[in-house]
């Protein structure tokens, strides 16, 4: 058995180098194909239909004038758009019209008649009295636990109540507040959708996709053929943030045309689509009582949260709250609400974000109330962590304290003085995440000319995963990144986990190490025998299999491969989730720190300076992972001062689904980022984690916090809008 | 009163509705020629219909298209050319991700008609690659300034054209001057760096 | 898009020739940047579409004898906000600036910015310019102002206050092939009371073919627009003002037009009267701002943008008289002279 490992850090030559990332070119050229950019001969262009109305039941659906329209092939309607059926959110796609060209399409489905008796719609998930008025309201679990015990006669709820009210009226400092972050939308920048051919009865369906490998299976089990005749193919993907794990029934829908007419189809939903109903992140939001001792350390805390998850129920899990620093007596009360919005889909840290921003703002207030600095408040509350990093989150503040210097401008709450009608505040706030490997498996092929290989049915969402699958295969035989090829992107490849929740890099390592290595060992035998030494004191750099102890005592990796006969070496190596590795673990922190300006006068929030420090194991390439915490907090930016999912309240039309109106971070709102890695020898040991998600969880709560910091109130809920801030402004 | 110089329709001098009474209701059933265009038809503008072939002149060399008058500009170039670096991402060219250069200047294809293109020189993401990469492909390689990378051709283009016409620009310019362009996976921070590194020639 | 005909006529007589005296059957199509994305949507299903690209009189300009500008409807804007001859006239750069997005600029042109539709997202998602569900509704961006019958979207043009500040007028053809005038910019627009009407008074086959700027005369102005963040998103809440001062500074003649609060410029007398006779300071200027919002009457999820809009003026005022209005740009501005 091969005993799998990292090189030591000094020993890396290709590993934790900050490396341009190998398909940087073929993207910043446009050379790059995306599933949208895929154009098959003799396709037909697919458009959609969707609900207009946010909650009811068709009436009569007439597509005969859509299919009279010049150029138009095939017009689909969807099971769901049968007469008598209840559509529940805005959007929800009844009819595809396919025709030759887009403008075609787009003039049939103009022609579909459709009646619909209108039902009653809710959206304000905000608004928890008009939501239980309404019997939208289900109970979304909570859970109690206290120091003391009930005794044996004791009513539990009683007892818990008493209690609750006990521990508060003795702390030395009660904070009660309301908190809340609204939903948004993934809003990924390549609408979902697909370009599919069915070829011999097989289906060649390019998928805009974070989950190449198990995408075949779901095609096939919804067109009833076995996965074998499946393929999918996404060598490039325009974002997915969670929303893209399955076909979905518009990439059935599509097959289904392709199958009945026999030519490719493409269909991409249009931006408004895309908005509507290809993914969006629950609502939270809370009322909390907490209580705190002369330390300012939380002993007790009371929460009731809120929120939607859409049309199908669901909101933020209440077993996040209060968010990493729990306090040893806690109730937690957990309400869910039903509204006619698209259900929601996995976003970056699925609960972590809302959470955070629902429970790291009390504490910031506690801070406020104190006349203390949030800093110390947060570093005595590290007793309260449940993740066993309170020492890595101290020393993360004291790196972020420093690189943002803290000290030198924090001012308490609302004590820091205009400059006209301009304020400046600091806040931070501090988050976890597992990012552990997912399954993972990779069949590698060495070449006896030397050439290396790799196949494995992974994607790349940005963050670089060709270029450190390439590190790794390069890493392990001494050679450069460019002297390996790494084919991912097909479910024809062996198979590979879905990517999300900062699965993939543990997966691809994991499969890529342990391939790489089972290969070495056969190559050091045959290289062993030649070189007349024993395998166990080869190593393999600089393009070279050499002796240790002599390193004169050396073949070229050429020669070496050579000596493999007239066949490739062929290894798979397969990695089963959840299994012990020194190669990979899971469990990060991080902290980060949010510097901003607030114009008393306008509401306007700019942000100065943004500090980001991270733990994510080993780093295998520093460039491509901080651009990826760069990529958090940005979109971290966007939630907490733009982007917001505007609802027509009477009927349910999410009035702001274009680019235009749904606004997002720009290049001039983001101020100055600073990333900063941390990987100490004891973070580095434990193999790689992942990072997509972790970096975005803390932004939110940061900017509410340095926000509140500026103005010396709380803006309740996020995003923190001009009106969101003037509202609260008036109100204090 | 202020009102009475913040005009409302009704009390315009200059209105729409006197003119349509005139018209009568048969006008609501006309073709949209007017007499007098149709009268022109031989001498004056021509009008298109349908399809058409043009020639766009694109990164260089002159090719033949066909297109409707309602094909954009990034339909012609994304569905009969393959070049597909220009992407799809609003409807209203808010994003920037369609952006080309036309006679030079930044522009959306996804707001062009492609025949207002005819006679221009259109310059796409395509024309910037190459065996010699365009510095500013280079930069955002070298500054990792892409992520999923959907968003990228449009940036390096609006870059491209920001420097040509600001070759000496500060950080702060940059940071004031690229705001036409969307990115959601947040590469914004790589963008600025990669712009700073080009004005620096480094 | 619906399938339509397509002119790109050489003269100003040839667009009038191709423009239906019907509403809504032609649609002049200048820089593209709104009407493209209103064809794809089927918000506009004009029956032919008449490009103006292509008319040269239209991509002048020109200054005039005894001072003032003449800017044709068919020029971009960047080439508006580079000319030599807007120097004095810093209110309309800055409008052109706070687009802040190059493609934007040099694609759009003054005509289209001018007389772009409604940002109105009811009217967006083709429910109606005066869709009833606004009152009600998401109205958050809806006006404050001038939105007591059923109008409620808000005139977007960000340029407009700049210009109706300044006493722009416009010159109009058609819809006889000899018909012209010229008239106040502010006539061109209007409230619609019903659905026969737009935004503006043009008839469907009248043109827009220039833009005349009176000369500066001793006036002084500036565009004020509160953004939220940096891209090309339309502003809350926009003032231009223009002031006359003699050399004491005391206000001789001023005018205030907001943006982005009513669906029209809403061109405020009761600033103007606060500035009349007084010597413009954060005081006066906070003043003529509460004067311009006095009569406001929000909607019932726009009350913020009464203050907004104040400010707006305040610091349009403060700008035009030269003085500091205390936003972050002059804050950073002060930071960078200290170091």
């Not at chain 1, 050379?31 to 895929?38: G, H, Q, R, S």
């Not at chain 1, 974000?353 to 504490?363: D, I, K, N, V, Y």
Request: glycine share 10%.
């Amino acid at each position: 058995m091969t005993e799998y490992n990292w090189p030591k850090r000094d020993a890396s030559t290709v590993i934790g180098k900050e490396l341009d990332r190998v398909d940087g070119l073929v993207k910043a050229t446009g050379a790059a194909k995306y599933t949208y950019d895929i154009n098959l001969k003799n396709q037909l262009y697919a458009v959609a239909l969707g609900c207009p109305h946010g909650h009811c039941k068709i009436k009569s659906l007439d597509i005969s004038a859509a299919s009279s329209v010049p150029g138009v092939v095939h017009v689909h309607v969807f099971d769901h758009a049968q007469p008598d059926r209840e559509i529940e959110w805005e959007g929800e796609l009844l009819v595809v019209v396919a025709a030759e060209s887009e403008g075609a399409a787009r003039e049939g489905l103009s022609k579909v008649k459709l009646e619909v008796e209108k039902l009653d719609v809710f959206t304000s998930a905000e608004d928890l009295q008009a939501a239980e008025k309404a019997g939208r309201t289900s109970k979304g679990g909570g859970k109690v636990e206290t120091v003391n015990e009930p005794g044996d006669d004791d009513d539990e709820e009683e007892f818990v109540e008493k209690e609750i009210e006990r521990l508060l009226k003795e702390s030395k400092y009660v904070v009660e507040g309301y908190y809340g972050i609204d939903a948004i939308t993934h809003c990924c920048l390549e609408p979902h959708g697909s370009t599919v051919e069915w070829k011999d009865g097989t289906l060649e369906a390019h998928l805009s996709t974070q989950n190449v490998s198990g995408t075949d299976e779901q095609f096939a089990r919804d067109l009833k053929v076995t996965a074998d005749n499946v393929t999918v193919h996404c060598d490039y993907i325009g974002g997915g943030f969670g929303s893209k794990f399955a076909p979905d029934y518009w990439g059935i829908a599509a097959a289904q045309i392709s199958r009945e007419t026999g030519r490719p189809v493409k269909f991409m939903l249009s931006r408004d689509q895309e908005l509507k109903i290809a993914g969006n992140r629950p609502s939270g939001y809370i009322k909390v009582r907490l209580g705190a001792d002369e330390k300012g350390v939380v002993q007790v805390w009371d929460s009731v949260s809120w929120g939607s998850a859409g049309a199908q129920g669901g909101a933020v899990s209440h077993s996040v709250l209060p968010y990493v620093l729990v306090p040893k007596n806690y109730r937690r009360v957990a309400t869910t609400i039903k509204c006619n919005t698209a259900p929601s889909r996995a976003w970056r840290a699925p609960n972590h974000p809302q959470a955070c921003a629902m429970s790291q703002t009390a504490l910031d207030d506690l801070a406020g109330k104190m006349g203390a600095d949030s800093y110390d408040v947060f570093l005595a509350n590290l007793v309260n962590a449940t993740n066993e990093k309170a020492d890595v989150y101290r020393e993360q503040m004291q790196i972020a304290a420093k690189l943002m210097d803290w000290k030198a401008k924090w001012h308490a709450h609302g004590k820091g003085g205009a400059r006209g009608s301009i304020v400046d505040g600091l806040g931070m706030a501090l988050h976890t995440w597992g990012g552990g490997a997912n399954e993972s498996s990779c069949l590698l092929k060495v070449y006896p000319d030397g050439g290396v290989t790799s196949f494995c049915g992974t994607q790349d969402l940005g963050s670089g995963t060709r270029t450190v699958c390439s590190q790794v295969l390069a890493e392990t035989f001494g050679l450069g990144i460019n002297d390996v090829r790494v084919n991912i992107g097909s479910s024809r490849y062996p198979n590979s986990g879905a990517s999300g929740g900062s699965t993939t890099i543990g997966a691809v390592c994991e499969s890529h190490r342990r391939a790489a290595q089972d290969a070495l060992v056969k190559i050091f035998d045959l290289a062993a025998a030649e070189l007349k030494v024993a395998a166990d004191t080869l190593e393999a750099v600089g393009g070279k299999i050499r002796d240790r102890n002599n390193p004169a005592k050396n073949l070229t990796w050429q020669k070496a491969c050579s000596l493999l006969g007239l066949k490739p070496l062929e290894t798979t190596a397969s990695y089963v989730r959840g299994t012990p590795s020194p190669l990979s673990n899971s469990g990060v922190a991080g902290v980060q720190m949010a510097h901003v300006e607030v114009d008393r006068e306008t509401g306007v929030i700019r942000m100065k300076k943004f500090v980001a420090v991270q733990d994510q194991g080993l780093v295998i390439n520093p460039k491509t992972c901080k651009s990826q915490i760069y990529g958090a907090v940005i979109m971290g930016i966007a939630a907490a001062l733009f982007e917001e999912r505007i609802t027509d309240p009477a009927t349910g039309v999410f009035v702001n689904a274009e680019l235009a109106d749904y606004r997002l971070a720009r290049l001039g709102d983001i101020g100055e980022i600073v990333v900063e890695l941390y990987e100490p020898e004891s973070e580095r040991i434990r193999g790689v984690i992942g990072n997509g998600e972790p970096p975005a969880i803390s932004p939110k709560a940061a900017i509410s916090n340095a926000v509140a910091n500026a103005l010396g109130i709380r803006v309740p809920v996020i995003p923190l809008t001009p009106k969101r801030v003037l509202d609260a402004l008036a109100k204090a | 009163m202020t009102d009475s110089r913040n005009k409302t329709g009704s009390s315009s001098g200059f209105n729409r509705r006197d003119f349509l009474r005139g018209s009568g209701a048969a006008a609501a059933a006309a073709a949209v020629q007017t007499q007098a265009a149709q009268a022109m038809q031989d001498s004056g503008p021509a009008i298109v219909r349908g399809s058409q072939k043009i020639a766009l002149n694109i990164n260089g060399s002159q090719h033949d298209v066909t297109v409707e008058p309602r094909t954009t500009l990034l339909d012609v170039l994304r569905h009969q050319l393959d070049l597909t670096g220009a992407k799809p991402v609003s409807a209203d060219g808010s994003s920037g991700a369609s952006t080309v250069l036309i006679d030079g200047k930044p522009a959306t294809a996804s707001t062009i008609l492609a025949l207002t293109a005819v006679g221009k020189k259109i310059q796409t993401i395509e024309s910037l690659g190459g065996d010699n990469p365009d510095p500013v492909i280079q930069a955002f390689v070298k500054h990792d300034a892409q992520q999923c990378g959907f968003c990228t051709p449009g940036f390096v283009i609006a870059v491209r054209a920001f420097l040509n016409k600001n070759p000496n620009a500060t950080e702060a310019q940059i940071r004031e001057g690229l705001n036409g362009n969307i990115c959601r996976c947040g590469t914004y921070a790589n963008i600025v760096q990669a712009a700073v590194a080009v004005v620096k020639g480094a | 898009m619906k399938a339509f005909e397509y002119a790109a006529p050489a003269t100003e007589k040839e667009v009038l020739q191709l423009l239906s005296p019907e509403p809504s059957r032609t649609e002049i199509l200048a820089g593209g940047t709104d009407l493209v994305g209103l064809l794809k949507k089927l918000v506009v299903t004009p029956d032919r579409v008449v490009n103006i690209m292509e008319v040269e009189s239209l991509k002048s300009i020109q200054v005039l004898p005894g001072g003032g500008v003449s800017v044709g409807t068919a020029v971009t804007l960047d080439v508006i906000a580079e000319h030599s001859c807007l120097d004095v006239y810093p209110a309309v750069r800055q409008a052109i600036h706070g687009i802040n997005s190059m493609q934007l600029q040099c694609q759009g042109t003054l005509g289209g910015e001018l007389l772009q539709r409604p940002r109105c997202w009811y009217f967006r998602q083709g429910r109606g310019l005066l869709s009833t569900e606004v009152e009600t509704g998401a109205n958050r961006l809806h006006a404050i102002l001038g939105n007591s019958g059923p109008a409620k979207f808000v005139s977007c043009s960000r340029i407009a206050p700049a210009l109706m500040a300044l006493g722009a007028e416009v010159r109009v053809i058609g819809p006889g092939p000899n018909d012209e005038k010229r008239l106040p910019l502010a006539d061109l627009f209007q409230t619609p009371q019903n659905n026969e009407e737009r935004e503006n008074t043009l008839l469907p086959n009248q043109l827009v073919t220039h833009i005349i700027l009176p000369p500066v005369a001793g006036r002084t102005c500036a565009t004020y627009e509160v953004r939220h963040g940096e891209g090309p998103e339309f502003p809350l809440a926009a003032a231009a003002a223009a002031l006359r001062m003699d050399h004491r500074g005391v206000v001789e003649t001023a005018r205030v037009v907001m943006g982005q609060v009513a669906p029209i410029p809403w061109l405020s007398s009761e600033a103007e009267q606060v500035l009349l006779g007084r010597v413009v300071d954060e005081r006066v200027a906070e003043q003529a701002g509460e004067a311009a919002v006095s009569r406001a009457t929000p909607l019932s999820e726009n009350t913020y943008k009464v203050q907004l809009a104040k400010v707006a003026v305040k610091r349009a005022i403060l700008l035009a008289a030269g003085l500091d209005c205390g936003d972050f740009r002059s804050h950073a501005r002060q930071i960078e002279e200290l170091v």
